[in-house]
């Protein structure tokens, strides 16, 4: 039972284009949901942490935002550097480790 | 100055071989894990340490074990080697749950591939 669904699973967008992806969640307790950007090769790069609904969080092009079932980052007009794939996990429950989904691979063409 | 840096980068090894992954923090941070990533992408945890003591185990395989000697030194050995054990680990940190805004670190990665 997936916790942690993230859509698309792949997103093709022209420069400028803005968007936005999805991440929902069915646990129980949420502690915090939190975005990541991953590079090939590299590991995961933190972008932000929302903890309750209503709540909303900005950095240069991207924007998340959070309610009871589910998170949303919106990338207003998009560059290249843009492309990555992009990770929600939660924190939940008495859990302290993150439960992640499967990643948003975001291409953005010039 | 790397926050969470690991070691080696690239590990190619055979079936049935023993090897490590070392993993160091200059973070400060009270907890350190090793996640798993697969073929597909998917980020998993395995294990937790919190000042050095096991917190999460997560149904791996005994043939891993965890080893923290301390709060800011997190190791990884693998015992007899398999194909299915091929993929990218990555050791993360994070402090105390009142200060995890700022998320959890991860590192750089380790690409394991056993042939």
């Known amino acids: 039972e997936d916790q942690v669904t993230q859509s698309p699973e792949a997103l093709r967008l022209q420069e400028g284009e803005s968007s936005s992806l999805n991440c929902s969640y069915t646990v129980s307790g949420l502690r915090g949901l939190f975005w990541y950007r991953q590079d090939p090769g590299k590991g995961p790069e933190f972008l932000f942490t929302l903890y309750s609904a209503g709540e909303e969080k900005e950095k240069e092009r991207l924007k998340a935002t959070l309610t009871k079932k589910e998170s949303f980052l919106h990338i207003t007009a998009p560059k290249p550097e843009d492309s990555a794939t992009y990770l929600c996990a939660v924190e939940w429950g008495g859990n302290e480790k993150l439960t992640f989904g499967t990643g948003t691979r975001l291409t953005i063409i010039p | 100055d790397t926050a969470v840096s690991q070691t080696p980068k690239y590990l190619v090894t055979q079936m049935g071989n023993d090897k490590s992954i070392k993993c160091e923090q200059n973070l400060g941070h009270d907890t350190m894990y090793w996640y798993k990533q697969d073929s597909k992408k998917f980020l998993k945890i395995m294990f937790s340490?919190?000042?050095?003591?096991?917190?999460i185990n997560e149904t791996v395989p005994n043939r891993f074990s965890p080893k923290s000697p301390d709060k800011a030194h997190l190791n990884l050995h693998i015992n007899s080697l398999e194909l299915g054990d091929s993929a990218v680990y990555f050791c993360?940190?994070?402090?105390?749950?009142?200060?995890?805004?700022?998320?959890?670190?991860f590192g750089s990665g380790t690409r394991l591939t056993v042939v």
């Open positions: 340490y919190n000042n050095k003591e096991l917190i």
């Open positions: 993360a940190s994070s402090p105390r749950t009142e200060t995890r805004g700022g998320g959890y670190t």
